[in-house]
Antibody, heavy 117, light 112 residues
Framework: QVPLVESGGSVVQPGGSLGLSCAAS????????MHWVRQAPGKGLEWVAF????????YYTDSVKGRFTISRDNSKNTLHLQMNSLRPDDTAVYYC??????????WGQGTLVTVSS | DVVMTQSPLSLPVTLGQPASISCRSS???????????LNWFQQRPGQSPRRLIY???SRDSGVPDRFSGSGSGTDFTLKISRVEAEDVGVYYC?????????FGGGTKVEIK
């Protein structure tokens, strides 16, 4: 596993916003595609968003389209996920992950987002 | 979206015995480039997932050879030839052929 360290998880009220970050090291970030995957408490894995190595292509799962934005800063080896209009069912551990359009080969340790009043 | 269905949900296994997990997709996972993008992940208790297998049967570096993947089209299997204590956890299949990427619901492997 390559080091991927997420940060930014917190408790937020429904309708609120939160930004997650993922710091990458020990690999060439600029040449690698990246994903966000989430896992609700006690549940399975759900793919959330993808961004190509150059930031030119982005894909989202339907439930977050229009609310979440994935981005990256290749000069700082950092991946971001901006989450707006948060709902209780967005509560999950959010994993930053490295991979390609067809796979995920490394995962971070995750950061917990709790949406609750 | 492609639905990935795993079975069984729970798999109690005796140490040293084999285990087999099934994963079926609602559409063929054969890509236009001829490859089949079916992945297997292991998630040990309290840990992040770890990829074991990609493209149906290619084992990741460091993964013990007791793990093997097979299958084609819509029907895939992960086999553990002799279960060890460290294999306890939840196993997920994930397809990477069609957007959005989708995971199976998971199979929990536990020791009898």
């Amino acid at each position: 596993q390559v080091p991927l360290v997420e940060s930014g998880g917190s408790v937020v009220q429904p309708g609120g916003s939160l930004g997650l970050s993922c710091a990458a090291s020990s690999f060439t970030f600029i040449t690698n595609d990246m994903h966000w995957v989430r896992q609700a408490p006690g549940k399975g894995l759900e793919w959330v968003a993808f961004i190509r190595y150059d930031g030119n292509n982005k894909y989202y799962t339907d439930s977050v389209k229009g609310r979440f934005t994935i981005s990256r800063d290749n000069s700082k080896n950092t991946l971001h996920l901006q989450m707006n209009s948060l709902r209780p069912d967005d509560t999950a551990v959010y994993y930053c992950a490295k991979g390609s359009t067809t796979t995920i080969d490394s995962w971070g340790q995750g950061t917990l987002v709790t949406v609750s009043s | 979206d492609v639905v990935m269905t795993q079975s069984p949900l729970s798999l109690p296994v005796t140490l040293g015995q084999p285990a087999s997990i099934s994963c079926r997709s609602s559409q063929s996972l054969v890509s236009s480039d001829g490859n089949t993008y079916l992945n297997w992940f292991q998630q040990r208790p309290g840990q992040s997932p770890r990829r074991l297998i990609y493209k149906v049967s290619s084992r990741d570096s460091g993964v013990p050879d007791r793990f093997s993947g097979s299958g084609s089209g819509t029907d895939f299997t992960l086999k553990i030839s002799r279960v060890e204590a460290e294999d306890v956890g939840v196993y997920y299949c994930m397809q990477g052929t069609h957007w959005p990427l989708t995971f199976g619901g998971g199979t929990k492997v536990e020791i009898k």
